[in-house]
């Protein structure tokens, strides 16, 4: 999901106007929490996250916390990259004071371990398997092999059990899994310590739960355009398309160029299909079968085609690195079993979040656990810099979000715009430290034919 919850902090806004009304709020309640990646430095009291400045003081009390427990840290201590919560007040517009600030240490330790597909074909593969000094980009990240890397990669022993002729069989190996550990390098750069490489994502990773089919349809008594999710011959859910074509075109176009060659890779090669959907909320959807929905408030709020080409990636990250199953592996969750009932004749899906919870992928609208939301944020960046995309636009637009919709010296609601800070922190400090030497300028930023879209879109309700 790529979600900027603005539909949630106007409902609690809401609220809050009807409480002030009657309530003086106490100091305790006027306190503030910002969550977020440290993005700079600019002097010893005063840290960056995106915009923000975060004064620390030696009033303010700074504590780290890993696995063991909770120590005192100084300010010194304090980088760019960690993952910090601040506690405080807002003393004007982008200008915090830190009365407490704990650092998440496990987020930035020197080791690091993790497991993807691989979203393109190596092009150090023979190097790899010989034992050479290579390079390997996986996961987001880009490592160096040498001869102090263990080496777990044969391709004939990783495929086999696949079936004869499938596209993983010819030897490329976009789609295969690979688990990895290492060390950070002062340049970004991962030094490995092992490899380990292993078969693509079974078939069935990529299904859809209870067997639900996506398909397009006329409403019987409107003639209208709409995407139904069908079991059997019965419907259990509809969505209003877009009826105009050109942005659908548009936006399946774009989809298609950015397509990585992991898709090419799976046991049963995944087809993605782009659907523009009338929905104000400024967000979009991947679902396990490589549907991708795609908001009109979303495309309503963007600004230019670099933003969208990384929402399109992030939402096929998702699906390539499937990670619905993840979700439900990891987080032991029983697969919900389905709860609604069927549709009325004529009726839509009132709310997509409701109803993605009914058929058991939450995640799909509300956002997966955050390791796998950075992981197709990290997978994206990549994605659109190898198609010619400025990356910096990703971290962009997530600012706009927050400084259209988010006022925060009056909000109370920190917890709201969690996300759009988490995320726009996350993205330039991938970008920092994975490219430190990435020269953007120059790079596509906007086109014609996104200013068409824009046009033909005409104005949305954005929520
Ligand atoms: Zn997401």
Not at 217 to 232: H, M, P, S, Y
Not at 350 to 366: E, L, P, R, Y
Request: charged content about 25%; proline content about 4%.
């Amino acid at each position: 999901m790529w979600k900027l919850s603005l539909r949630r902090a106007s409902r609690f806004g809401l609220v809050l106007t009807f409480c002030f009304g009657s309530l003086v709020p106490d100091q305790a309640a006027t306190k503030m929490k910002l969550h977020g990646y440290l993005t700079g430095r600019v002097d010893e009291n005063t840290l960056l996250i995106l915009d923000d400045r975060i004064e620390v003081t030696p009033a303010s009390r700074i504590l780290g916390k890993d696995a063991a427990g909770e120590h005192s840290l100084n300010r010194q201590e304090l980088s760019p990259g960690m993952l910090v919560e601040a506690e405080g007040q807002w003393l004007e517009k982008h200008r915090f004071f830190a009365e407490k600030l704990t650092v998440e240490l496990g987020e930035d330790e020197k080791k690091i371990h993790g497991s993807a597909y691989l979203q393109e074909a190596p092009a150090d593969a023979a190097k790899i398997a010989g034992g050479a000094t290579s390079e390997l980009k996986v996961d987001g990240y880009w490592l160096t092999l040498d001869g102090h890397t263990k080496r777990v990669w044969s391709p004939t022993k990783a495929g086999e059990g696949l079936a004869a002729n499938t596209p993983t069989q010819n030897g490329v190996l976009a789609g295969y899994h690979v688990k990895y550990s290492g060390l950070w390098r002062k340049d970004g750069r991962i030094e490995a310590e092992e490899v380990d490489l292993g078969p693509p994502a079974p078939a069935d990773d990529y299904k859809m739960p209870h067997s639900l089919e996506i398909v397009t349809a006329k409403d019987a008594q409107t003639g209208i355009d709409v995407l139904e999710f069908r079991q059997g011959k019965k419907v259990q859910g509809r969505m209003k398309l877009l009826a105009e074509r050109t942005v659908q075109e548009y936006v399946s176009h774009l989809g298609d160029s950015l397509i990585p060659e992991g898709a090419k890779g799976t046991r049963r090669p995944i087809e993605f299909r782009f659907f523009v959907v009338e929905d104000p909320e400024v967000n979009a959807a991947s679902l396990p079968d490589g549907t991708l929905l795609i908001n009109t408030g979303l495309l309503g709020a963007l600004e230019n085609e670099a933003q969208l080409a990384f929402v399109l990636s992030h939402e096929m990250a998702h699906v390539l690195q499937v990670h619905y199953r993840r979700e439900v592996e990891e987080t032991r969750g029983a697969r919900v079993g389905l709860t609604i009932a069927g549709l009325a004749a004529g009726a839509f899906i009132g709310n997509a979040g409701v109803f993605m919870a009914q058929i058991g992928i939450a995640s799909a609208v509300n956002g997966h656990q955050r390791e796998l939301e950075n992981q197709a944020d990290r997978l994206a960046l990549q994605n659109v810099i190898e198609h010619g995309y400025d990356p910096r636009e990703a971290s962009n637009f997530s600012r706009i979000i927050i400084n259209r919709y988010g006022d925060r010296t009056t909000s109370k609601l920190w917890s709201n715009h969690d996300s759009s800070v988490l995320r726009g922190s996350f993205l330039t400090v991938q970008l920092m430290r994975e490219y430190p030497e990435g020269r953007w300028d120059g790079t596509k930023k906007n086109t014609s034919a996104f200013q068409a879209m824009k046009d033909d879109l005409g104005p949305v309700k954005i929520m």
